[in-house]
């Protein structure tokens, strides 16, 4: 922008010099930090939004759907909507259909409603009408030819994609849902990722993961960030649900199962391998390992000790592969082996972990001698308790700059964790020496924090016996409920198959150098319990009917007199074929698919989130009652009739 002055001055300006100029500012914005940066990129936007109102450079609507964008990600509300304000008059330079939709998606996150942001989305559709926009980009809309990409001058996916936003946001699902579902069926391969993207970041996690295995049975490449936060959220859901840790469930290998089949989708689509995915499908794989308690008590069956076995070696391959690939691990791969060993209490774990640290020249992390250590006193191994202990105290102690002596900084944490281990593990004459060799030492050899955990710990000691019953009740307790859990029973003849299933098609898919053919190869895209008792030929004889022209055949369409958006001549080129494999007719077809279960998914949502509301006002109002002293009252349940059935059968009639 140095020179942007002298060349407004000079007026040597072009449309297209002002639209690239906002690309980069925008773009400059997404990859910079709070502070002057942003400062200095805000002064530099509201400088060139000025000069383009006052006609000091030339407009293009290019630019102006560039600083709407910087305007809703800066979220710099005042002066954008002083912007639109002049980019919406009726100047073919200033705004297109590209910039409505920019626009919209800027004031739905402003707050506008959705009902103004409907009208807008109207108005632009007929301000800029393009190839019959209004009829391609509405939910009935017919293509002449499915198995052939769409090719429509004027039709704006951008558009398209502000008023998915503004839905998404108000929480508009079912129309949103529509939205997309045109928007597959112009663009099924060449659909702008931020679009799918949207209901991977807003929806929950069912929806989630069916639209991201969409997108890349598509060919389109989600990003690393999108996958990460998938894999995230369903190893979130795996440590949330109540046996977790325990025994192995069929939840969790149902879960773990997921998280492969989204992880090989993604690279079979042509997405990198990356370290943050191999750590979240660890966790997730790690996690349906059977707590330590499980194991003690000797309380796996043949078949999940074959599970057990599965996931350990599976573990160990995926981490050789990357190595042979030439993909380095880092830190945070190994600091998981010893976060999920704590979690678990599985010392194996945790001990692989340090190793690898050292083998790859890092420092092991002190905690990961705490984390042991208190797996130890689990598992009452005395010897491991002090290996762990000199481990840490080695960890602790470092060379003083000022007099070369060495340093020890034994914290208060360290000291409990060691005389609880010990109470446990029935050894506190180890935490009785360890603590009265501590004491002998000369003050300057302890930092403050030492000397207090020191004192700290003396009293403690005190109380070991208590605690000592207290540990072992509780391991006890432990390890009958997750017995108790364990004796739920599953399905143990499928338990493992697609499982394991899943873990081949990784491993096969890493080492591939082409994409996958998801139509010969097909991967799942629902983890969930969508109703699919509906035979394919039904929903072929539906999507039929309402993707054709029920008058005229397929193949012998014209455009009608009064100017449909059919194409004049029908097609005689061969079939497409989509990056992944699929023939564009049978992919628009799974896609139609997919967005009807994604509407049913968001339906079973809805009525979930309706009926928590209406109990949790019903208990409201029985509190108002009882407080008033009212004997009877009347209620209305904001219901529609719709979801009547649905409300009655699954109500807790229990809180009246």
Not at 250 to 277: D, K, P, R
Request: glycine share 6%; proline share 4%.
């Amino acid at each position: 922008m140095s020179r942007y002055a002298l060349l407004v001055e000079r007026g040597i300006l072009f449309p297209q010099d002002t639209r690239e100029l906002a690309r980069v500012l925008h773009n400059s914005w997404r990859h910079s930090s709070p502070g002057l940066e942003q400062q200095q990129l805000q002064t530099w936007v509201e400088t060139l939004a000025r000069d383009l109102r006052r006609k000091a450079v030339p407009a293009d609507p290019g630019a102006s759907t560039r600083l709407l964008s910087f305007y809703r990600d800066a979220e710099s509300y005042e002066p954008a909507l002083e912007f639109w304000a002049w980019a919406k008059h009726p100047d073919k330079n200033r705004a297109d259909a590209r910039t409505y939709g920019s626009a919209i998606e800027l004031l739905a996150k402003q707050g506008t409603s959705l009902h103004r942001l409907e009208e807008l989305y109207l108005q632009a559709l007929k301000r800029f009408p393009g190839t019959f926009s209004e009829y391609h980009l509405s939910p009935n809309a017919i293509l002449l030819d499915r198995g052939q990409p769409t090719k429509l001058s004027g039709v704006s996916m951008s558009l398209l994609q502000g008023i998915i936003t503004a839905r998404l946001q108000h929480g508009d699902w079912r129309n949103a849902y529509l939205g997309l579902d045109t928007a597959l069926r112009l663009h099924p391969t060449q659909l702008p990722r931020r679009v799918l993207e949207l209901f991977a970041l807003a929806r929950p996690l069912p929806e989630k993961y069916t639209v991201i295995l969409l997108m890349c049975r598509s060919g389109i490449v989600p990003s690393a960030k999108t996958l990460t936060l998938l894999l995230n959220s369903l190893a979130l859901a795996q440590e949330s649900t109540d046996q977790w840790p325990g025994p192995i469930s069929f939840t969790n290998i149902t879960l773990s199962t997921a998280m492969l089949s989204a992880w090989q989708a993604f690279i079979g689509a042509g997405g990198q391998l990356e370290v943050i995915h191999l750590n979240c499908v660890l966790r997730g794989l790690l996690g349906i390992l059977p707590s330590s308690s499980n194991i003690a008590n000797n309380n796996l069956a043949p078949q999940k000790q074959e599970v057990e076995k599965l996931v350990l070696r599976t573990v160990r391959d995926l981490r050789e592969t990357y190595g042979h690939l030439g993909i380095p691990l880092e830190r945070s791969t190994f600091n998981l082996l010893i976060s999920m060993g704590d979690k678990l209490g599985r010392s194996e774990l945790v001990i692989e972990g340090q190793e690898r640290l050292r083998t790859s020249g890092l420092n092991v992390p002190p905690e990961s001698f705490l984390a042991l250590m208190r797996i130890a006193g689990g598992q009452k191994e005395a010897r491991l308790i002090q290996e762990s202990w000199t481990q840490l105290l080695g960890a602790r102690t470092s060379r003083s700059d000022r007099d070369m002596q060495s340093l020890i900084d034994i914290r208060d944490r360290d000291w409990h964790h060691l005389v609880e281990a010990c109470a446990q593990s029935n050894c506190l004459d180890f935490a009785e020496e360890q603590l009265a060799e501590t004491e002998s030492l000369e003050t300057s050899l302890l930092t403050p924090r030492a000397q207090d955990g020191l004192r700290e710990a003396r009293s403690r000691l005190t109380e070991s016996t208590t605690l000592g019953s207290k540990a072992s009740a509780a391991a006890d307790t432990a390890t009958n409920e997750g017995m108790s859990m364990d004796a739920l029973g599953m399905d143990n003849s499928n338990m493992t198959s697609g499982l394991r299933r899943a873990i081949d098609g990784v491993r096969s898919q890493m080492l591939m150098t082409t994409l996958r053919n998801f139509h010969t190869d097909p991967i799942p895209s629902s983890a969930s319990s969508v109703d699919t008792s509906t035979s394919n030929e039904a929903y072929r004889a539906l999507y039929d009917r309402v993707t054709t022209d029920q008058v005229h055949d397929v193949t012998r369409l014209s455009v009608p007199a009064s100017g449909s958006a059919h194409d004049a001549t029908p097609p005689t080129t061969s079939p497409a074929t989509s990056s992944t494999g699929f023939p564009l007719a049978e992919l628009r077809f799974e896609n139609w698919k997919t967005v009807n279960d994604l509407l049913v998914l968001a339906e079973e949502e809805s009525h979930s989130q309706q009926i928590a509301a209406t109990q949790s006002s019903e208990r409201d109002d029985l509190k108002d009652v009882a407080k008033a002293d009212i004997g009877h009252i009347s209620r209305g349940y904001y219901v529609s009739e719709a979801y009547t059935r649905y409300f009655l059968k699954d109500y807790d009639f229990s809180v009246l």
